[in-house]
């Protein structure tokens, strides 16, 4: 049997104890996901056979997964000879198994599927839904199964917060809160980044690098505790899908450092509530965003293409219509403030009339930072401009005795219906 040295951060010792349930949360450099990705390696080795399934709620790609972290432990503790790296998975001794899997792509039916597994790692807990926190519980149930969180919290309402940061914790429960400073092994590179947050970006830096919650902003018209109250599973059979499009002002081709180009997936279901289905927004050229526009209209065979023509002009149909022929497309140009346009949706929210299907992080943090005084995040709020005007489109009654007057062009076709909705 291998003999391994891990040199270990006094901070995690506590978690080399067993335990059902062991947590690690904090921010940026603090070594979480390392000692994690060591444990696991360690476990194998030492319990030959053992089957360890690496989580997160979404999981587009293997890309975004903890799976080359592992194999570069698995390397750099000199055991890869007791291990075969697989595209999807490792085989581990004894037979043992590591997989790597999204959440959200399960049902309570597929994740019986891991009913066997000893450990359950899951990462970037923060953004594990409640429905998936229930799937997964009961169903790692081994004799001896552990489950495993590494996250920096954003916000209190998190399910993972509540579960182990809240009034009332699993008994067999041990969690750790870490930092940069307990890092013996923090990078000269990252210590650089953090003293120019410490000094550019003091709204952000507790979050980043202390793991507090996410800022709030003052007078927000949207709170992450409507957002997780609204959150499902699934949706309803929909009546109408649109793409809503947002491209950024510039792409690499400029030399310029560009912003997202927001892309999302919204529908109507039989219930007449709205849901936002998928968010695959990307930073690319005109070529890339105009591909997946099309890409998304065939996936979720959506009715039109909404897309703000405001930085492209005739340019923005022209370059989705090189990609499709004849694709619906429904141009729509903003003429006032971007939280003009949301405070309606943003009302919807809060009448209960709108869920996200699903967890998307990035959309979710932007649309935090709407006030009724602008957008107070940095950048272009791309990923969200895009779902607002989808949504815009889907409840045009609703917004229309929101608006106010000439906040957005709405020019007519022939039939004189509004280009804007279709009605």
């Known amino acids: 049997m291998a003999t391994l040295d891990i040199p270990t951060a006094k901070i995690f010792q506590p978690l080399l104890e067993p335990a059902r349930y062991k947590g690690s949360w904090g921010g940026r450099g603090s070594g979480k996901s390392h000692f994690f990705a060591e444990a696991a390696v360690e476990r194998h080795i030492y319990k030959p056979g053992t089957r360890i399934v690496c989580v997160r709620e979404v999981q587009r790609s293997l890309k975004e997964s903890v799976k080359r972290l592992v194999e570069d432990k698995i390397a750099g503790l000199g055991v890869g000879h007791l291990f075969r790296v697989l595209n999807d998975s490792i085989v581990c001794p004894g037979d043992g198994l590591m997989l790597f899997q999204g959440m959200q792509d399960h049902t309570a039916e597929s994740v019986k599927s891991l009913e066997g597994f000893d450990v359950a790692y899951v990462e970037e807990a923060q953004t594990m839904t409640a429905r998936s926190l229930e799937f997964l519980r009961p ?124 892309i999302a997936v919204c529908g109507i279901g039989e219930d007449g509530r709205g849901y936002l289905l998928e968010d695959p927004s990307l930073r690319g050229t005109p070529k890339q965003w105009s591909t997946r526009a099309v890409t998304m209209f065939d996936k979720w065979e959506a009715d039109a293409v909404v897309i703000e023509i405001n930085q492209g002009g005739d340019m923005c149909r022209h370059t989705l219509e090189s990609v499709r022929p004849g694709l619906p497309i429904i141009e729509v140009r903003a003429t006032r403030g971007k939280h003009v346009r949301a405070e309606p949706i943003s009302s919807l929210y809060e009448l209960g009339m709108i869920s996200h299907v699903g967890t998307f992080p990035e959309l979710e943090a932007q649309l935090c930072k709407f006030t009724g005084g602008g957008y107070m995040g940095e950048g272009s709020p791309d990923r969200a401009e895009a779902m607002i005007w989808a949504f815009t489109n889907l409840f045009p009654p609703i917004v229309r005795r929101t608006q106010p007057e000439n906040d957005y062009d709405d020019p007519q076709d022939e039939t004189g219906r509004s280009e804007a909705t279709g009605y």
């Open 139 to 262: 169903t790692i149930r081994e004799p001896g199964s552990e489950l495993w969180f590494s996250w920096n919290p954003r916000n209190a309402s998190d399910p993972v917060d509540q579960m182990l940061r809240g009034l009332n914790p699993p008994s067999d429960s041990v969690v750790v809160r870490t930092s940069y400073a307990d890092n013996p092994f923090f990078p000269d590179v990252l210590e650089q980044e953090r003293q120019h947050d410490r000094i550019h970006r003091p709204d952000r830096y507790g979050h980043i690098w202390d793991g507090e919650y996410e800022p709030v902003v003052i007078g927000a018209i949207w709170s992450r505790q409507i957002l997780h109250e609204g959150r499902r599973a699934e949706c309803p059979d929909l009546e109408r899908i649109v793409v809503g499009v947002d491209p950024a002002v510039t792409s690499p081709e400029t030399g310029l450092q560009p912003n997202e180009h927001g």
